[in-house]
C-alpha cells in the first residue's frame, strides 16, 4: 500500500525525490478546454497539501501561458516542490492544430531562457525533451543538455515519448533521470520496447494521461458531442464517431473492478498504472491532470488501492481492444517509430 503523503521515491539514478503521485498542470492552461484559474491556483496548494511535490509543465502548454501560470505556486513553495519543463514542442498561434518539433541546439538553448523567465527560477529541476525531431541526431541534443546542466540552469534530464534506441543512445551521453510517455488501460505500445529499456538502465517512467486524457473516469464519452470547440482531444481517433462509443463499452470491468473497491473509475485506472511499478519492478510516477481539488484529492486517495492478480487479470485484455490510435499521426509517439 502506497500514501502520495508519505512515499517517495527517486527518479533515476540521483535524481530527484519525489511523492509517488505528481501533477500534470497543462489543463490549467490549455488543450482541454477553460479552467477556472482560482480553482485551479487552489488546486495546486492542496495537491501540495496531500503529498503531490513533481509538478509538470512544458514551454508548449498555452505558448509559455501555463509555464507563467505555475510561477508563483512555484517561488512560493520552491524547496518543497520539483517542477519539471520540457522544450520542443510547440504550436503556432496562426494554426492551432499544426506542431513544431525542434531539437536542435540553437533552439535548446533559446528555448531553456525561455522556461526559465516565463517560471521566474534560477534552476529547472528536470528539463525533458519533449518530442524527438528525428532530424537531430539525440547525441547532439542530449549533449546541449548536459551542457544545460552544467552550467546550472537545469538539475536532471527527461525525454518523452522516445524510443527505447533513443533511449538508449542519450543515457550513453549523460544520465537520464524520467521518460515521459503514455500510459494507461487504454495506451500500453511503450510495454514492447520503452517498458524494458527503461527498466533495464534504471531510469523512472513518468506515465502522462494515466486517465486516458479522462475517457477512463466516464466523464465524456464522444469528443465531438461532449467537450469544447478547442479541445485537442477532438482530434485524437479514439475519442471520437464509432470509435469512442466502442471504446465507452470497455469500460465496463473498470466499472465492476471499482464498485468492488468502492472507488470511482478514475481511481482504478490510476490504480492499474500505479501498480505497474510491482509488476515490472520499477520506479513510476503518474502524472494526472486536474483542475479541481476534489479531484486531486480523489486522485491521490487512488495510491492506497492495491488491485488483486484476478482484477489485474480483468482488466489485462481492454488495450487490446481499443478502436482507434492515440494520436493522429502515431510518428509522433514512440511507437511510431519503433
Ligand atoms: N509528454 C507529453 O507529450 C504529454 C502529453 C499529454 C499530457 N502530458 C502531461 O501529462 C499530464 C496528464 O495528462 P492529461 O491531462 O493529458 O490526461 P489525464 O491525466 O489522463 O486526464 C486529464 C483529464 O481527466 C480529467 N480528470 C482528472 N481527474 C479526474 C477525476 N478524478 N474524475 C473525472 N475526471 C478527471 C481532467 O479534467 P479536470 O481538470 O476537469 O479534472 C482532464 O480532462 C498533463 O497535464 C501534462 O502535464 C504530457
Known amino acids: 500500500m502506497t500514501d502520495s503523503g508519505t512515499t517517495k521515491v527517486q527518479l533515476g539514478d540521483g535524481g530527484p525525490e519525489v511523492g509517488v503521485q505528481g501533477l500534470g498542470c497543462m489543463g490549467m492552461s490549455w488543450a482541454y478546454g477553460p479552467s477556472d484559474a482560482k480553482e485551479a491556483r487552489a488546486t495546486l496548494e492542496r495537491a501540495l497539501e496531500l503529498g503531490v511535490t513533481l509538478y509538470d509543465t512544458a514551454e508548449g502548454y498555452g505558448a509559455g501561458e501555463n ?17 519539471a519543463t520540457k522544450y520542443g514542442l510547440t504550436t503556432p498561434a496562426s494554426d492551432r492544430t499544426k506542431r513544431i518539433i525542434r531539437n536542435d541546439p540553437a533552439y535548446i538553448r533559446q528555448a531553456v531562457e525561455g522556461s526559465l523567465k516565463r517560471l521566474d527560477v534560477d534552476v529547472i529541476d528536470l528539463y525533458y525533451m519533449h518530442r524527438r525531431d528525428v532530424n537531430v541526431p539525440i547525441e547532439e541534443s542530449v549533449g546541449t543538455m548536459a551542457e544545460l546542466v552544467r552550467e546550472g540552469k537545469v538539475k536532471h534530464l527527461g525525454l518523452s515519448e522516445v524510443t527505447a534506441g533513443e533511449l538508449r543512445a542519450a543515457q550513453a ?4 533521470a524520467a521518460v515521459q510517455s503514455e500510459w494507461s488501460l487504454f495506451s500500453r505500445d511503450i510495454e514492447a520496447h520503452v517498458v524494458p529499456a527503461v527498466r533495464e538502465l534504471g531510469v523512472a517512467l513518468v506515465p502522462y494521461s494515466p486517465l486516458g486524457r479522462g475517457f477512463l473516469t466516464g466523464s465524456f464519452a464522444n469528443a465531438d458531442k461532449d467537450l469544447s470547440e478547442d479541445d485537442v482531444r477532438r482530434t485524437q481517433p479514439r475519442f471520437t464517431g464509432d470509435n469512442a462509443a466502442a471504446n465507452a463499452a470497455l469500460l465496463d470491468p473498470i466499472r465492476s473492478v471499482a464498485e468492488a473497491h468502492g472507488a470511482s473509475l478514475g481511481q482504478i485506472a490510476l490504480a492499474w498504472v500505479q501498480q505497474q511499478a510491482t509488476v515490472h519492478d520499477f520506479t513510476v510516477v503518474p502524472i494526472p491532470g486536474t483542475t479541481k481539488r476534489t479531484r486531486v484529492e480523489e486522485n491521490t486517495a487512488a495510491t492506497r488501492i492495491v488491485l488483486t492478480e484476478d482484477e489485474l487479470a480483468l482488466l489485462e485484455p481492454i488495450a487490446s481492444k481499443v478502436a482507434g490510435d492515440r494520436y493522429p499521426d502515431m510518428s509522433f509517439a514512440s511507437a511510431g517509430r519503433e
Request: no cysteine; net charge neutral.
Open 173 to 176: 551521453v549523460h544520465p537520464i
Open 67 to 83: 509555464e507563467k501560470f505555475l510561477s508563483p505556486f512555484i517561488k512560493a513553495h520552491r524547496d518543497e516542490v520539483v517542477i
